[in-house]
């Protein structure tokens, strides 16, 4: 079974430019996560989606934002580029469970954004 | 807001050696969870503990789930150089286990 891929692995953007990165869950999976990885805030999580809705979100600045499809692909947008937003992006898929809970999540490789 | 504290944040080992991470909150958590993260890619679940008290082991990795419920750690038996990485552990967070809060992570570095 295929994992979670992520697109694409590696961008540059500069300043105030927009963005949107693609994530597509495993096979079956209805639950997208979203991380951002800094070495120096570590992983820290931005939002969740679950049937097309988004169920959870971190603290973080409204720039920041995220969809979710029928087939569970999802996608995050941040406008208004800043430098700090240079990270790598983390999308985590995961099993629907009963009770509107999800499984453990599994995750893609990331995408490495780099804001100049 | 909630934070894990992960520790060490490094090791530099000999091949061969065991290994002992830890990761303690001040607040209690459900479910613990240890991720290992190689260069250039996501982090990989090792281990998953649900159950306070809980001892679970997948080869040469074992973690334990704590009775307080607030810490849990990992350990490697008998390091080997492809254990090289960065360990994280997770917490699930908001009752969904869709919004996960990580350790800072623990940087493995074994010496052949």
């Known amino acids: 079974k295929a994992g979670v891929t992520q697109t694409p692995r590696y961008l540059i953007k500069t300043r105030g430019q927009q963005v949107t990165l693609s994530c597509s869950p495993i096979s079956g999976h209805r639950s997208v996560s979203w991380y951002q990885q800094t070495p120096g805030q570590g992983l820290q999580f931005l939002f969740e989606y679950f049937s097309e809705t988004q169920r959870n979100k971190g603290n973080f600045p409204g720039r920041f934002s995220g969809r979710q499809f029928s087939n569970s692909r999802s996608e995050m947008n941040v406008s208004t580029l800043e430098l700090g937003d240079s990270a790598l992006y983390l999308c985590a898929s995961s099993w629907p469970l009963a009770g509107g809970s999800t499984d453990t999540q599994y995750f893609g490789p990331g995408t490495r954004l780099t804001v100049l | 807001g909630q934070q894990l504290n992960q520790s060490p944040q490094s090791m530099f080992i000999q091949e061969g050696e065991d290994v002992s991470m830890n990761c303690t909150s001040s607040?209690?958590?459900?479910?613990w969870l240890w991720y290992k993260q190689e260069p250039g890619e996501g982090p990989v679940l090792l281990i998953a503990l649900y159950k306070a008290g809980e001892l679970t082991s997948n080869g040469r990795l074992t973690a334990q789930f704590g009775i307080t419920r607030k810490d849990s750690f990992l350990n490697i038996s008998a390091s080997i150089p492809s254990d090289v990485g960065i360990y994280f552990c997770a917490v699930n967070y908001g009752g969904s286990q869709g919004n996960l809060i990580f350790g800072k992570g623990t940087k493995l570095s074994v010496k052949p």
């Open positions: 607040s209690i958590f459900n479910t």
